[in-house]
């Protein structure tokens, strides 16, 4: 399904929301055979994530809205040109404004943010994930600017993969029965495993998972983790399941206290994946602003 038909009941919901019974203001102000000009503005550099909802935002008050950008979803954010050109009804450009640069602000937030964390690693052949700490409603637009900030999407839901987690290896009693439980009904879904501590670490080999992830452990615990990893018996096995391009089975996720501080270092380490809640819920949102320019 395109983007656009997954963000368009969103977009209306939000137009419904801000609108209401009407823009007191505009419908008082601005007659409504008015046409009008603006430009959308930066206000920093970042990267564009989020044009199309925009323009769903503005065409539903006018379908003949015109709108032109200067640079593509993914692409770096001018700041001497403007991002956006609009010409069309000059009702629909100030009543749909606040919800369509709301999106996009936030969308390109969370881009621009992904491209840090991407840049910060670059060369060391480590992936940045998101994760599912996203805005209830809007997880498929958050991971869609999280990838065009450069980053990869984790899980979207909780039927992409199996991750085995503290409260499931708590239910099932241990790390290994709950992998066990898993294999007995296993479908074609990677099996990632969370460890805590170097002997789940040494467990999750044992039960020949896809990935262990690290949670919350220092640097030096990793760097033994992946010791522990590297030199396991059951690593040396080349099985069914090995993702293609792997440079390890299973593979190493980290995650828990990733900053842009210290994100560097741990992939240094020679870790697989670094998963990043902060791309989607922490992200500042990319200061953008609308120009009237003239008035018909």
């Known amino acids: 399904m395109r983007l656009e038909a997954i963000a368009l009941p969103m977009v209306r919901l939000a137009l419904t929301e801000d609108i209401g019974g009407g823009?007191?203001?505009?419908?008082?102000?601005?007659?409504?055979?008015?046409?009008?000009?603006?430009?959308?503005?930066?206000?920093?550099?970042?990267?564009?994530?989020?044009?199309?909802?925009?323009?769903?935002?503005?065409?539903e008050l006018d379908p003949e809205m015109k709108i032109?950008?200067?640079?593509?979803?993914?692409?770096?954010?001018?700041?001497?040109?403007?991002l956006a050109?609009?010409?069309?009804?000059?009702?629909?450009?100030?009543?749909?404004?606040?919800?369509?640069?709301?999106?996009?602000?936030?969308?390109?937030?969370?881009?621009?943010?992904?491209a840090a964390f991407v840049k910060a690693v670059e060369g060391t052949g480590v992936h940045i994930l998101?994760?599912?700490?996203?805005?209830?409603?809007?997880r498929v637009l958050e991971k869609y600017a999280v990838q065009?900030?450069?980053?990869?999407n984790h899980r979207i839901g909780l039927g992409d993969m199996y991750l085995v987690k503290d409260n499931h290896i708590k239910a099932a009693g241990s790390l290994t029965a709950a992998v066990e439980c898993i294999q007995a009904r296993r479908q074609e879904l990677p099996l990632v495993v969370e460890a805590a501590s170097f002997e789940q670490v040494k467990e999750a080999c044992?039960?020949?998972v896809d990935r262990i992830l690290l949670d919350n452990m220092s640097l030096e615990q990793i760097a033994t983790a992946i010791q522990i990893v590297d030199n396991h018996p059951k690593s040396a096995v080349e099985p069914r399941s090995r993702r293609k391009g792997a440079r390890?089975?299973?593979?190493?996720?980290?995650?828990?206290?990733?900053?842009?501080?210290?994100?560097k270092e741990i992939a240094e380490l020679g870790v697989d994946y670094i998963s990043v809640g902060a791309l989607t819920h922490s992200a500042p949102v990319l200061d953008l602003s609308l120009e009237i320019l003239t008035l018909d």
């Open 23 to 59: 823009d007191a203001t505009t419908d008082a102000v601005v007659d409504p055979t008015a046409r009008a000009r603006a430009h959308i503005e930066a206000r920093r550099e970042g990267i564009l994530a989020g044009s199309g909802v925009a323009v769903l935002a503005f065409r």
């Open 68 to 82: 032109a950008w200067s640079c593509p979803d993914g692409g770096t954010i001018p700041l001497d040109t403007p």
């Open 85 to 114: 050109t609009l010409e069309g009804s000059a009702r629909a450009i100030l009543t749909a404004e606040r919800v369509a640069l709301n999106f996009l602000q936030h969308l390109s937030g969370i881009a621009t943010m992904a």
């Open 130 to 138: 998101d994760t599912r700490k996203t805005t209830p409603g809007l």
């Open 148 to 152: 065009k900030g450069g980053g990869e």
């Open 206 to 208: 044992e039960a020949t």
């Open 248 to 263: 390890r089975w299973p593979e190493i996720e980290v995650s828990g206290g990733v900053t842009l501080d210290n994100v």
